[in-house]
């Protein structure tokens, strides 16, 4: 990923993944790349095969919204890869107003005062800035200083934990890519991929399918050290007034052997030393 034409990048993955027989085209004969011709896009969206070609090459700034959607209908994308083409088209608006990095005390305070719902906060960039101590005790990895993705990509004992390790992993790529968008020549962002498809053939072959999908909320399922097997929804809350944090918020039905067992990791992990755990917390994050 080098950044420099994410509408080309975009356009070129999701063109290989459409079979000819998808789109009512004849299959077979000989084929130099998997997936669609350009000319076949072009044909059936109604453009010419030169203007399609500027559209790969990044030559063309300023494509319609119309043109958009109607390759976005034949690459077959659905709302959330159709909003997404479109936004890679948009100018990239200008940064405006302070936006804090840091976790709010009050956010600390909040999180911090659930004993009963695992909850952290992170940036945009998946590094773990604020856990609370139940959160930690479901995995370690849920702590300030990690970075979530490295860690749920390259630690073998995160991948013993999650039952529904394959999933988790596809949706979280896909969520990177709805959240990278635009910024995909973000330094930062395009150290953390480079790293992860180097070190983890999981992470590359997902990221390479190009497949956008937002995260807002999902079910965990989790086998936990101590407990057992855990069931546990999650919702993302994005952070106002910050730059790009975001709160995770886990629960277990109410009623269910899950919230049994999540109560009793509570008991387990209440005699941590709150105040450490606070201190620790404050210091880690002023360095992100």
């Excluded at 990923?1 to 004849?26: I, K």
């Excluded at 804090?100 to 911090?112: E, N």
């Amino acid at each position: 990923m080098d950044g420099s034409n994410p509408l080309g990048e975009f356009l070129r993955a999701r063109r290989a993944l459409v079979r000819p027989e998808d789109v009512g085209l004849p299959g077979g004969g000989l084929r130099r790349v998997p997936g669609l011709r350009r000319e076949e896009v072009a044909m059936l969206a109604g453009i010419s095969s030169d203007y399609y070609l500027r559209l790969e090459q990044g030559r063309d700034r300023n494509p319609s919204v119309q043109v958009l959607e109607a390759v976005a209908r034949v690459l077959r994308l659905d709302a959330d890869a159709t909003a997404h083409l479109v936004g890679l088209a948009q100018e990239r608006p200008t940064a405006g107003g302070h936006r804090t990095r840091q976790v709010p005390a009050s956010l600390l305070q909040l999180i911090d005062g659930w004993p009963r719902n695992p909850a952290y906060v992170q940036n945009r960039y998946y590094d773990c800035l604020a856990a609370n101590a139940l959160a930690t005790a479901l995995t370690p990895n849920f702590r300030p200083g990690v970075n979530l993705l490295r860690a749920l990509f390259l630690d073998p004992a995160e991948r013993e934990l999650r039952r529904d390790w394959e999933d988790l992993t596809s949706q979280a790529v896909a969520a990177l890519r709805a959240e990278a968008g635009t910024n995909a020549d973000d330094p930062r962002l395009r150290d953390l991929v480079g790293e992860l498809c180097l070190r983890s053939e999981r992470f590359r072959t997902l990221w390479a399918r190009y497949e956008v999908r937002p995260r807002h909320g999902r079910v965990s399922h989790l086998t936990h050290p101590q407990v057992g097997e855990l069931d546990l929804r999650s919702t993302k809350l994005s952070v106002d007034g910050t730059d790009g944090l975001n709160m995770v918020v886990f629960h277990a039905e109410p009623g269910t052997r899950s919230a049994e067992l999540l109560d009793i990791l509570g008991s387990l992990a209440a005699p941590q030393n709150r105040d450490a755990r606070r201190g620790s917390t404050q210091e880690r994050i002023e360095d992100q």
